[in-house]
């Protein structure tokens, strides 16, 4: 099949860079948010990206303006019926994509590919509330997504072998290394990544080292772009409570467990750099200050 339409389900910080990565790869690019306020704001932050693109001389102003004419805003799920590949990036909440799945499965030819870019529920359960589960896949991105060169493709036991292979190769085209994983809670990154942020909580509750000095550790000492707590915020604690949740659900195991700062903090609403506080505070966000906890 020759994948020349994409729909994206979602135009936050996740949907906005695929659906960038989308249209840089070539694909006229439908991109679906709720409300015309939210459409325009994720397609002000694709703008935002190219415009820097075009500034440092990476692509020339015609490519930048055939790129954004690529890429559509919609406000309505049947906008996205003729599409060839739906990828979804709405709220990490099983109900909704099961609910969103269904209502695609229902409008969308039976040779449309739906993908999940869910960084922790299970594909089988949100395949399953389709009657397509071996044309579904998993396609989970990184923030930010123009940057971050890793697309984990999941297979779940129902995927046809030949669309799994198809979508690695679409992740390919966007650009970007596809890791083939199965559909094991957290996939590869969070499956190593989540034990290790959550470590971090760990060691600081325990005394080990400061915010600034754990961060610094990992960073100087091991090459890491970002220490864990920085990245916490930039990830989100709220987003990271929420998948430590559903990994502990799944296996059982301390590792996975939230750690009881992490929980405090999420219900205080410091959910990191998006909230301006986390285990920073944000207040001058070029230069973040740690905060006492
Ligand atoms: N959108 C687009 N481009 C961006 C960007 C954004 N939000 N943020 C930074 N960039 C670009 C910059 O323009 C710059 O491009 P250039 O090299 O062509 O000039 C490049 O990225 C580097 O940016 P900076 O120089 O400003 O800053 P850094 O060198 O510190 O890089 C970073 C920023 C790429 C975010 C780097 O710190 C990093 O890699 N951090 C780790 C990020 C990470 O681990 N992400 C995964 C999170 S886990 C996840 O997403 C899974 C989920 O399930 C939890």
């Known amino acids: 099949m020759a994948i020349q339409k994409v729909g994206i389900v979602g135009c936050g910080l996740m949907g906005s860079g695929i659906a960038q990565v989308s249209a840089q790869a070539g694909f006229a690019t439908v991109v679906r948010e709720v409300s015309p306020d939210l459409v325009?704001?994720?397609?002000?932050?694709?703008e935002k990206n190219l415009a820097r693109l075009v500034e440092k001389g990476t692509i020339t102003e015609a490519v930048r303006n055939e790129t954004r004419g690529r890429v559509k805003g919609v406000t309505s799920v049947e906008e996205l019926k003729d599409c060839d590949v739906?990828?979804?990036?709405?709220?990490?909440?099983?109900?909704?994509?099961?609910?969103?799945?269904?209502?695609?499965?229902?409008?969308?030819?039976?040779h449309t590919i739906f993908a999940s870019n869910t960084s922790s529920l299970t594909?089988?359960?949100?395949?399953?509330?389709?009657?397509?589960?071996?044309?579904?896949?998993?396609?989970?991105?990184?923030?930010?997504v123009p940057v971050m060169r890793l697309v984990e493709v999941v297979r779940t036991i129902a995927t046809d072998p030949a669309v799994y292979e198809e979508m690695v190769s679409f992740g390919a085209r966007l650009g970007k290394t596809p890791v083939r994983a199965n559909d094991s809670?957290?996939?590869?990154?969070?499956?190593?990544?989540?034990?290790y942020l959550l470590d971090a909580i760990r060691a600081l509750e325990e005394g080990v080292g400061s915010v600034v000095d754990?961060?610094?550790?990992?960073?100087?000492?091991?090459?890491?772009?970002?220490?864990?707590?920085?990245?916490?915020?930039?990830?989100?604690l709220d987003t990271t409570y929420y998948i430590s949740q559903i990994m502990f659900e799944e296996f059982k195991e301390k590792r996975f467990a939230a750690p009881p700062l992490l929980k405090r903090m999420v219900l205080a609403g410091w959910h990191g750099k998006k909230t301006?506080?986390?285990?920073?505070?944000?207040?001058?966000?070029?230069?973040?200050?740690a905060m006492s906890l």
């Open 40 to 46: 325009e704001k994720g397609l002000k932050g694709i």
């Open 86 to 110: 739906i990828v979804e990036a709405i709220i990490e909440q099983l109900p909704a994509k099961r609910e969103l799945f269904a209502l695609l499965d229902g409008l969308c030819p039976s």
């Open 123 to 144: 594909i089988t359960e949100i395949a399953a509330a389709t009657k397509r589960p071996q044309r579904f896949v998993g396609l989970h991105f990184f923030n930010p």
């Open 185 to 195: 809670g957290g996939f590869i990154v969070n499956r190593l990544l989540v034990p």
């Open 214 to 236: 754990i961060d610094n550790s990992m960073k100087l000492g091991c090459g890491y772009p970002m220490g864990p707590f920085t990245l916490l915020d930039f990830v989100g």
């Open 276 to 289: 301006g506080r986390g285990f920073y505070d944000y207040s001058d966000p070029a230069n973040p200050t």
